[in-house]
């Protein structure tokens, strides 16, 4: 009976990650890595305040530099007021530049809770301008970014950071870097 409902599971969320598909892998918004043209995409729902999205990262890492992959990035801040305005700020840093985005991304995931003297120091050294990302903060294009994220983690019923999409199934928690690569190049 256990495995009947699971099976039932994954078949209900293979049908809603189709029929998000244009949301889902949509990254015009600057903030994904990897090779732009890649059919390896892996979506990640993250927290930049959860522990278990930097550990991950590492791993996401690993495969990013074996080439042809993508990985397409959705904020899902649920752990604090300081998630949503650190995935406010990538958001718009994103718009700016994707290396930038990706710099920036990588900074947030390796420190923890960094202070805003510190993402304003960072911002310097990257030629970017705080004052003015701060100013935008909570524009219309941040917001619409941001509702969409988090629309598309309560449309696939997510509970927690990480979530991935990964061939049109969903994956929740840590992975390790051969449980990813399982996943995304072992196509069914």
Do not use: W
């Not at 049908?15 to 990254?27: A, C, H, M, T, V």
């Not at 420190?111 to 030629?127: V, Y």
């Amino acid at each position: 009976m256990k495995k009947k409902k699971l099976i039932e599971q994954k078949n209900q969320n293979e049908k809603k990650i189709i029929d998000l598909n244009n949301s889902l892998f949509q990254s015009t918004n600057g903030l994904f890595s990897g090779d732009v043209n890649s059919q390896n995409v892996i979506v990640e729902f993250f927290d930049y305040n959860c522990s278990y999205c930097k550990e991950v990262h590492k791993e996401l890492k690993k495969i990013l530099k074996k080439g042809d992959s993508k990985i397409i990035y959705k904020n899902f801040p649920i752990l604090s007021e300081r998630s949503v305005e650190l995935a406010k700020i990538s958001i718009l840093v994103g718009k700016e530049d994707n290396l930038k985005f990706n710099k920036f991304h990588e900074f947030l995931l390796k420190n923890k809770n960094p202070s805003n003297k510190q993402i304003e120091t960072f911002f310097l050294a990257n030629d970017l301008n705080y004052n003015q990302i701060v100013e935008q903060i909570d524009g219309e294009y941040v917001t619409k970014n941001l509702e969409a994220d988090i629309k598309l983690a309560q449309d696939l019923s997510l509970r927690g950071t990480p979530a991935f999409i990964i061939n049109n199934e969903i994956h929740f928690g840590y992975f390790s870097m051969s449980e990813i690569e399982s996943k995304l190049f072992n196509q069914q």
